[in-house]
């Protein structure tokens, strides 16, 4: 096991199995999941052949404890193959409506939450601007409606000579460094719902390990969240650019034990549509998502990645029954995101996850 990991555990389990004493204020909390998925790929003949793959996705173990104002929040995962965290940090409630992050954070960029309904996420997640967490300290400020997030994020939460990570971060020979984050959304309420606005800015180093020397990179997203009863719009457009020192046209990305390409340069769309359903059985929600990402570099080819699916909850039990339609797209029959690929092909699987959360 890696060092920093066999650490992370080692503290995590000391500080769960530690007894708290203290006069004041004590909530704590211990968690998790356990999870199975079940894959078909139209690109895949062994896939074809076999009729998909049935086996183990992940387990996660959690610990959310707080004493008066002072807290720590810790998600740690096991996969096939590899393991790490997810979140792990500590925080303080300066007051009703501020709070300081330290440690593993939530990157505040784009919409709050999820720019996805599905288990396979959006376009944004396979290019590292969605549920991405890294290593910094973050400020979330509520005031009437607005909420207001600033970060200062050092790095990823591990170093690019590792694929075993829950978010997708740049590896190999360039590396994020120095990271400015900041997020403002503002929440307009509404007879069923609310309309949520919002716009987000990044902007950071990118350091060369062989020309040891930075780049520069940066993003910006506009998000809206619509809510009305049972229904939910949310659309985002997010525009990056990663100058490295060596002028690349694509960055090496890993996450969770793969590693792939993307545009240095793109813009991406993302527009989603939802309805729930409560029912006697659980909740049921339908819901599609589509993502397109359009990189600016010569011979580049647009991405495509549209997800059509059914999630369903009762009690602990959650599953997810996506149909995933790609075109030059990774995870669905794609090289990456955003390469030359002009002859790529519609590709489609099909993917449904089944878990148990506690």
């Known amino acids: 096991m890696h060092p920093l990991k066999l650490a992370t555990l080692l503290a995590l389990t000391q500080l769960t199995l530690t007894p708290l004493v203290h006069a004041a204020s004590q909530d704590i909390e211990l968690g998790g999941f356990v999870r199975a998925n079940y894959g078909w790929k139209d690109y895949s003949d062994a896939s074809k052949d076999k009729g998909g793959d049935f086996a183990f996705d992940a387990m996660s173990v959690t610990f959310d404890g707080k004493i008066d104002d002072i807290g720590v929040s810790v998600d740690y995962r096991f996969a096939s193959g590899l393991n790490y965290v997810k979140r792990a940090y500590g925080y303080m409630d300066v007051s009703d409506t501020t709070q300081v992050q330290v440690g593993v954070v939530k990157v505040p960029f784009g919409k709050p939450g999820f720019i996805s309904n599905s288990y396979w996420f959006s376009t944004n997640y396979y290019l590292g601007f969605e549920d ?11 005031w009437d409606r607005w909420q207001l997030d600033a970060a200062f994020i050092k790095g ?7 694929l075993d990570r829950y978010g997708a971060d740049i590896i190999g020979d360039n590396e994020e460094t120095n990271q ?3 997020r403002a959304v503002y929440s307009l309420p509404l007879a069923d719902g609310h309309l949520n606005l919002g716009g987000s800015l990044e902007a950071g180093q990118l350091y060369h390990a062989v020309e040891e020397d930075n780049g520069d990179r940066w993003a910006a997203a506009l998000h809206a969240d619509w809510v009305s009863g049972p229904w939910n719009l949310q659309a985002q457009v997010t525009h990056y650019q990663y100058n490295s020192s060596d002028d690349a046209d694509t960055l090496t990305v890993g996450v969770v034990g793969a590693a792939y390409d993307i545009a240095s340069e793109a813009t991406g769309y993302n ?21 397109l990402v359009v990189p600016e570099g010569q011979d580049q080819d647009d991405s495509t990645q549209n997800v059509l699916g059914l999630s369903f909850n ?5 599953a997810y029954f996506d149909y995933i339609v790609g075109n030059n797209m990774t995870f669905a029959g794609g090289p990456g995101v955003g390469l030359a690929n002009p002859d790529a092909p519609w590709d489609s699987r099909i993917n449904i996850n089944v878990g148990y959360y506690f």
Do not use: C, M
């Open 132 to 142: 991405n967490y890294d290593a910094g300290v973050k400020v979330v400020h509520h």
């Open 271 to 291: 527009l989603n549509l939802s309805r729930r359903f409560d029912t006697r059985w659980g909740n049921i929600t339908l819901y599609n998502d589509y993502g």
């Open 180 to 182: 400015l984050n900041l």
């Open 156 to 162: 990823p939460e591990y170093g690019s000579d590792t």
């Open 314 to 318: 009762r009690g602990p039990i959650w």
